[in-house]
């Protein structure tokens, strides 16, 4: 829209905007619907309804993790018209509001709500659900929540002490497990009691995947169930029915020494070479990866175990052989003693050396010698005359390091074992390398957790229920969803396009992030009038860039019902 003269007039008391990113996430939310979603399914007769709460939650959230207890300051400061798409004002985003929804968010159903963003993301932007990855993260709290010990404890996650994942077995903490598609777009979601285990809660998943996949339109043995270690229990392995799974092999089962030493045995690895999406430098090498099937049986049944071997994998287990050697080194001396090194006569020796040439560890062995010397006899020289000698016999020794042995173990060292029951051929069928690609798509979920973990969103002031808390786990989590979407479509249009996107320290990028594009979407200016809005500084190149690979146009800075337009992998409108 152009200014005109009547325009010009009402510049004088209009709002000025300088807008970032929280325009392009609120055509996000608006995608999928998030208000009308939520006030679909939460009932309520509150004036400014849950809908338009969650979504100024998300959008605070998303804007830079400021406490949600100053969300009416956040909301003071945006074109609310814009962003939640009706005329509120700030003051009724306040703490009681906020608290409210909360409450009956968490009566409706938290996970219920999160249910069906994940189905309606999944439909709009076509996600891929063939590979479906499962991670729990506990989060510290810093209050007593004496509440949580009682008898009857309130409704919600039981905030106590457990395990803590964080390394803070002093604080109170909650669980929260993630279900995620395509690298870390989460489609479920939930909090868990606070001494939660992870292999009880894989096996409540477990249990009720089918149903959650149902909703997303894929039936069982459609997709694939990938979790760590914990999820391999005999009760979990039953549950797992018809689905297909990869998970790790935990090292503390034999079958996994077994199937490890059997191809370090063998020496006949299948090369797969670099599986880093990123370019590797110099100071930062990209692992080579290589592998070895066979199988094992576990708790009855027979799975598939992939031997990987990495060359940088697990640097702690490296770091324990270094230490393992100082230890065998130790032990060596310690067997030795305090040996006598000097002999009269040559049978002692001998016997002295045989004893330290028995001596051994799994790392070290001893090769001891005896060597006969020429020593001058105690007692004055005769005058004239050389000085008399005798012979003893000196024990000298050495620490000898097996370097086969040493070598082996740093094969095993670099060595995991994934375990699985996807077949190798077929409509599901994945070989090695494919399976061990979709396995390290596990970090992506991982990565998540550190969005969801801030100590000034869970510490706010009206957290002090375990009921809020698990509905402010819900916003984290939508807000983690339009995150990773909007992450998506540009990562989407640069493969679609064959292009790429300016990126850091003016450079082009094949992976964008959204990290990149909320620092580019700064400086854009609008000024709303009684005649609606336009640009006092319009969106610059990069920025339009920007907005086309996200699905959308200018128009976003100023009106309010723009919604994004889906972009689309075309592996994905191909059926591929």
């Known amino acids: 829209m152009r200014i005109d003269d009547d325009m010009r007039l009402d510049i004088a008391g209009a709002d000025i905007h300088q807008h970032g990113f929280l325009p392009v996430a609120a055509a996000y939310c608006r995608s999928i619907d998030l208000i009308g979603l939520v006030n679909k399914m939460v009932p309520s007769q509150m004036v400014v309804k849950p809908g338009q709460i969650v979504q100024a939650m998300v959008l605070d959230t998303l804007s830079g993790r400021s406490p949600l207890y100053r969300l009416s300051e956040f909301m003071a400061e945006q074109d609310v018209e814009l962003l939640i798409g009706e005329k509120i004002d700030p003051e009724k985003f306040n703490d009681t509001n906020v608290g409210r929804a909360l409450d009956a968010i968490f009566k409706a159903g938290s996970s219920k709500v999160l249910t069906e963003c994940g189905v309606r993301a999944t439909e709009l932007f076509k996600l891929d659900t063939s590979v479906i990855s499962y991670d729990?993260?506990?989060t510290n709290v810093w209050g007593d929540y004496y509440d949580c010990e009682?008898?009857?404890?309130?409704?919600?996650?039981?905030?106590?002490?457990?395990?803590?994942?964080?390394?803070?077995?002093?604080?109170?903490?909650?669980?929260t497990e993630l279900l995620c598609v395509e690298r870390g777009i989460p489609i479920?979601?939930?909090?868990?009691?606070?001494?939660?285990?992870?292999?009880?809660?894989?096996?409540?998943?477990?249990?009720?995947?089918?149903?959650?996949?149902?909703?997303?339109?894929?039936?069982?043995?459609?997709?694939v169930y990938v979790?760590?270690?914990?999820?391999?229990?005999?009760?979990?392995?039953?549950?797992?029915?018809?689905?297909?799974?990869?998970?790790r092999l935990p090292a503390n089962y034999k079958e996994c020494k077994v199937a490890i030493s059997k191809a370090v045995e063998a020496d006949e690895w299948a090369v797969m070479g670099v599986l880093a999406e990123t370019k590797e430098t110099k100071n930062r090498p990209s692992a080579r990866y290589k592998s070895y099937e066979?199988?094992?049986?576990?708790?009855?049944?027979?799975?598939?175990?992939?031997?990987?071997?990495?060359?940088?994998?697990?640097?702690?287990?490296?770091?324990?052989?270094?230490?393992?050697?100082?230890?065998?080194?130790?032990?060596?001396?310690?067997?030795?003693?305090?040996?006598?090194?000097?002999?009269?006569?040559?049978?002692?020796?001998?016997?002295?050396?045989?004893?330290?040439?028995?001596?051994?560890?799994k790392l070290h062995s001893v090769k001891a010698s005896v060597n006969a010397v020429e020593v001058k006899k105690r007692g004055r020289p005769p005058a004239g005359g050389s000085s008399p000698t005798q012979t003893r016999y000196d024990l000298t020794w050495e620490l000898v390091l097996d370097d086969n042995e040493v070598q082996t173990l740093k094969k095993i060292a670099g060595c995991f074992v994934l375990l699985t029951n996807v077949p190798?051929?077929?409509?599901?069928?994945?070989?090695?390398?494919?399976?061990?690609?979709?396995?390290k798509g596990q970090y992506g979920v991982e990565s998540d957790f550190a969005f969801l973990k801030d100590p000034l969103v869970v510490n706010d002031i009206f957290l002090k229920t375990p009921s809020r808390i698990d509905a402010l786990g819900m916003v984290l989590i939508i807000s983690l969803m339009i995150w990773r979407l909007m992450e998506r479509s540009m990562r989407a249009y640069v493969e679609n396009e064959k292009t790429t996107?300016?990126?850091?320290?003016?450079?082009?990028?094949?992976?964008?992030?959204?990290?990149m594009m909320t620092t580019i979407m700064t400086g854009i200016m609008v000024v709303a009038t009684s005649k609606g809005k336009c640009f006092l500084s319009k969106p610059k190149l990069n920025q339009m860039i920007y907005l086309e690979a996200l699905g959308l146009d200018p128009e976003v800075f100023t009106n309010s019902s723009s919604r994004c337009r889906p972009i689309i992998p075309k592996k994905m409108t191909s059926g591929g």
């Open 227 to 247: 979790a760590d270690s914990a999820m391999v229990t005999e009760s979990n392995l039953e549950s797992v029915g018809s689905n297909l799974f990869i998970t």
């Open 150 to 175: 009682s008898k009857t404890p309130p409704l919600g996650p039981v905030v106590t002490h457990g395990y803590s994942k964080d390394h803070r077995p002093d604080l109170k903490q909650f669980m």
């Open 188 to 223: 479920f979601g939930r909090s868990l009691d606070g001494n939660s285990s992870d292999k009880t809660s894989n096996n409540e998943m477990l249990g009720n995947i089918s149903s959650i996949m149902a909703k997303n339109g894929v039936g069982p043995g459609a997709f």
């Open 294 to 361: 066979t199988s094992v049986n576990i708790h009855g049944k027979k799975y598939r175990a992939i031997v990987v071997h990495s060359s940088a994998h697990d640097k702690r287990r490296q770091k324990k052989l270094e230490k393992d050697i100082t230890a065998s080194e130790k032990e060596i001396n310690r067997k030795i003693g305090k040996q006598s090194i000097r002999f009269s006569c040559q049978p002692d020796a001998d016997k002295a050396a045989k004893a330290l040439n028995n001596i051994s560890t």
């Open 136 to 138: 729990t993260t506990s």
């Open 424 to 439: 190798i051929d077929g409509e599901m069928g994945m070989d090695s390398t494919a399976s061990l690609r979709t396995y």
């Open 501 to 515: 996107l300016p990126g850091w320290n003016r450079q082009k990028t094949k992976l964008p992030t959204a990290f």
